[in-house]
Nanobody, 132 residues
């Protein structure tokens, strides 16, 4: 069974940083396109960042470019999202995801419409709150 265990969310002041982690079990991440999605209160899902191991292609939403960095530790079978210069509008539940064989832009943009139903693996979510 493909599963993720997420950690790292919490309350942070504007301008602060957080790192989200997502440990995979039941499969190896290096064969998958991986990504982070978020859902703010009352809003649709948004594809934040997606990365494909086999090509090193990376996608970032315009709203997070230059502030967020996606990475993977293949030895630990874990993906990360480093979030810097956080803003109140970054407040959301963040989900990690994996999809076999997808291009990064397709996963992040089209995947946001399907969320968990369109992915091979989908985390349970971790809440990030940016507030003073």
């Amino acid at each position: 069974q493909l599963q993720f265990v997420e950690s790292g969310g919490g309350l942070v002041q504007p301008g602060g940083s957080l790192r989200l982690s997502c440990a995979a079990s039941g499969f190896t991440l290096d064969r998958y396109t991986i990504g982070w999605f978020r859902q703010a209160p009352g809003k649709e899902y948004e594809g934040v960042s997606c990365f494909r191991n086999t090509t090193s292609n990376t996608y970032y939403a315009d709203s997070v470019k230059g502030r967020f960095t996606i990475s993977i530790d293949n030895a630990k079978n874990t993906l990360y999202l480093q979030m810097n210069s956080l803003k109140p509008e970054d407040t959301a539940v963040y989900y990690c995801a994996a999809l076999l064989g997808s291009a990064v832009q397709a996963m992040c943009i089209q995947g946001a419409l399907l969320a968990a139903h369109g992915m091979d693996a989908w985390g349970k979510g971790t809440l990030v709150t940016v507030s003073s």
